[in-house]
C-alpha cells in the first residue's frame, strides 16, 4: 500500500503564492511518476504538472510559466511551486502516484487552494 499526504493548500489573493507538498510513504515502486491533478467545481479532474523519477516533467498549458514541480527522490516527496495565481486557479489539488509497470494509481485526500480577493 501507499499513502499520500498533501499539505500546503489554503486562501491567497490573486497574484500570489503558495507551494503544496505532497509525501509519499510504503511500498512505492522505484519507476514511478509523481504529479499534481486539480479539480474545480462541476469540473472534470485535470493535469496540472507530473515529474518523472528521471526527471521528465510535464506542464499543462494553462499553468506553464507560472508553476514549478519539483520532488526529493529520498523523500519520497513531490513539491509544486505556483506563482502569479489567478482565481481559475482555484480548486481542489490532488496528489498521484503512476506507477505505470505495475498498473497502478494512487491519490492523496485533496488540499484546497482558494485564490479570492
Known amino acids: 500500500q501507499v499513502q499520500l499526504v498533501e499539505s500546503g493548500g489554503g486562501l491567497v489573493q490573486p497574484g500570489g503564492s503558495l507551494r503544496l507538498s505532497c509525501a509519499a510513504s510504503g511500498s512505492i515502486f522505484s519507476i514511478n511518476t509523481m504529479g499534481w491533478y486539480r479539480q474545480a467545481p462541476g469540473k472534470q479532474r485535470e493535469l496540472v504538472a507530473t515529474?518523472?523519477?528521471?526527471?521528465?516533467?510535464n506542464y499543462a498549458d494553462s499553468v506553464k510559466g507560472r508553476c514549478t514541480i519539483s520532488r526529493d527522490n529520498g523523500k519520497n516527496t513531490v513539491y509544486l511551486q505556483m506563482n502569479s495565481l489567478k482565481p481559475e486557479d482555484t480548486a481542489v489539488y490532488y496528489c498521484?502516484?503512476?506507477?505505470?509497470?505495475?498498473?497502478?494509481?494512487?491519490w492523496g485526500q485533496g488540499t484546497q487552494v482558494t485564490v479570492s480577493s
Open positions: 498521484n502516484l503512476r506507477e505505470a509497470a505495475r498498473g497502478r494509481d494512487y
Open positions: 515529474m518523472s523519477r528521471g526527471g521528465v516533467i
